[in-house]
């Protein structure tokens, strides 16, 4: 089992910047990637960026160039840095993990909140 805390939601304004940090514990070891979701209002959780074990990562279109998803092996957190931030980055934002054996975790998410 593995368990993930977010911290760092809250509240900005545009073009703002917010930094997410999400600390696992339990069996670390068995994670092999992470990834920060999201959810908005009347919308489909989306990925927005992802970081594998290797360091190779991905993101959303909608965020390139303004997010940054970095990871310290060595305290097992996984962190989001959001720059230039929009109304629309409005969500919660959940962390993922994915783990040996094709399983996963969630965190229990933190709310975003960009204001115009």
């Known amino acids: 089992q593995v368990q993930l805390v977010e911290s760092g939601g809250g509240l900005v304004q545009a073009g703002g910047s917010l930094r997410l940090s999400c600390a696992a514990s339990?069996?670390?070891?068995?994670?092999?990637?992470y990834g920060w979701y999201r959810q908005a209002p009347g919308k489909q959780r989306e990925l927005a960026a992802f970081i594998s074990a290797g360091g190779s990562t991905n993101y959303a279109d909608s965020v390139k160039g303004r997010f940054t998803i970095s990871r310290d092996s060595a305290k097992n957190t996984v962190y989001l840095q959001m720059n230039s931030l929009k109304p629309e980055d409005t969500a919660v934002y959940y962390c993922y993990a994915r783990l040996l054996g094709s399983t996963n975790s969630w965190g229990q998410g933190t709310q975003v909140t960009v204001s115009s």
């Open positions: 339990g069996r670390a070891f068995t994670i092999t990637g």
